[in-house]
């Protein structure tokens, strides 16, 4: 019998049902994942918490799937923002499989083949100018800032389409660039709105634009967006490879600008994916190397990268809260100022990783409700849309739905329609 899943499923039932449909027991599924059957039971049960990216990969990897498909993605219809982000998704991922910098002319300009119809779809509008255009864009990168998904995604379409047509004008050089960052940003919203393979994607485009751009900085700035895709798809050697890769041709090129900026989350990344792979010494060289640099760089807002001493903190956070110790990343949290970076899509992973820590240490669940609410307040959609929230969310009601919550808690829960 096909096992059906509940009205309101959770990561463990969504391991369960797929667990099932390969005929599987625990004790089978649990020794390719590498953990005990009693930790994969917790799960399913929903005794243990899945808000853990490392081990929601292996688990993934284990029964033959994507992180994604295990996450899901949560859409509460209490946040219409959240609603209409998702709803833009397929005209965001329609714009960029249109977008083929292999065509030379852009698609209004072209007749049609002999015998054959006009291609249907989104097309190009007017020539825009190229400045204009940069305000768009600037605009976006607000958006995106902001953890505003679902204005972004709005935006995103068309800005893509006026930039595929404007590629192929007189200002081609800047209109690439615009269009590298364009299609990085589309990239990065995508990867937070749960659509890994569509970030791909995105990436993909950000790496034709960057390559017809012939900037090794650009170059090098699409391989820290493919790799993070590949990372969020829990392909951490692909990711490891791409970032490795990526840091050692840019490391000549950094007299340039964004050359520093890029090099040092190229090297985050790195270590972030050597903790996917288990390789906790490379991870922690790799932290290092970020750390060291970021002490020459000071706090910067190259490229919206807002690469610093500060983000080395906010990842070595959520790295050490996924590579399983809590209390190191919550000791990290205490020496790292979050107001430094005024980046809202920077600031909601610091509270949201150190919630996720705090809920893992006896006696600290006040203290995760309250940066929960926190990472909420500053990024409402980003926590209404992250399964990692939710799970955590989760947690904490089930371990104390009247004492340790109280009414904060109980009204999170509703938002995130957990019941």
């Known amino acids: 019998m096909t096992p059906r899943l509940p009205a309101d499923p959770t990561i463990g039932s969504r391991i369960r049902a797929r667990r099932l449909l390969r005929g599987w027991s625990i004790r089978y599924a649990s020794s390719r994942a590498g953990i005990s059957h009693t930790t994969w039971s917790r799960i399913e049960r929903g005794l243990l918490a899945a808000d853990n990216r490392f081990m929601l990969a292996g688990l993934a990897a284990a029964l033959d799937c994507s992180p994604a498909e295990l996450a899901g993605v949560p859409v509460p219809i209490t946040d219409r923002a959240v609603v209409a982000a998702h709803a833009a998704v397929h005209a965001v991922r329609q714009s960029l499989v249109e977008l083929d910098l292999s065509e030379h002319e852009p698609k209004h300009e072209r007749e049609p083949e ?114 993070s895709a590949a990372a969020a798809c829990g392909s951490f050697d692909r990711g490891l490879a791409l970032a490795a890769r990526a840091a050692d041709d840019i490391a000549s090129h950094t007299a340039r600008s964004g050359g520093l900026a890029v090099l040092g989350s ?33 706090e910067t807002t190259t490229m919206g990268l807002y690469f610093g001493p500060a983000n080395v903190g906010f990842w070595r956070i959520g790295i050490e809260v996924d590579g399983g110790d809590p209390g190191a990343a919550v000791e990290i949290a205490r020496g790292t100022d979050p107001a430094i970076l005024p980046a809202g899509f920077r600031q909601v992973f610091y509270y949201a990783d150190t919630a996720r820590a705090l809920a893992r240490l006896r006696g600290h669940d006040r203290e995760a409700i309250r940066y929960l609410l926190i990472a909420e307040r500053v990024a ?8 990692l929230a939710r799970e955590t969310t989760r947690a904490l009601l089930d371990r104390s ?13 509703e938002r995130l329609q957990i019941a």
Not at 137 to 162: E, F, I, K, M, V
Not at 189 to 211: S, T
Not at 380 to 387: A, E, I, L, R, Y
Not at 401 to 413: I, Q
């Open 114 to 227: 002999h015998g054959r119809e006009p291609e249907h779809g989104p097309q190009p509008g007017p020539d825009r100018p190229v400045a204009e255009l940069a305000r768009g864009a600037a605009l976006l990168d607000d958006l995106r800032q902001s953890c505003d998904y679902a204005g972004a995604a709005r935006l995103l379409p068309g800005l893509l389409r006026d930039l595929h047509t404007a590629v192929t004008g007189p200002e081609r050089r800047p209109a690439l660039r615009l269009l590298c960052d364009v299609t990085f940003i589309a990239s990065s919203v995508l990867r937070n709105l749960g659509h890994p393979a569509d970030a791909w994607l995105g990436a993909e485009r950000c790496r034709d634009a960057a390559a017809a751009a012939g900037d090794p900085v650009l170059l090098a700035y699409a391989a820290y967006a493919r790799a």
């Open 266 to 298: 190229l090297q985050l990344l790195c270590a972030f994916a050597s903790r996917g792979q288990g390789r906790l010494d490379d991870s922690r060289t790799w932290s290092a190397e970020a750390a060291a640099l970021a002490d020459r760089t000071g």
């Open 380 to 387: 409402p959609q980003h926590v209404h849309t992250s399964p």
């Open 401 to 413: 739905r009247r004492a340790a919550g109280g009414t904060e808690l109980r009204a999170l829960c």
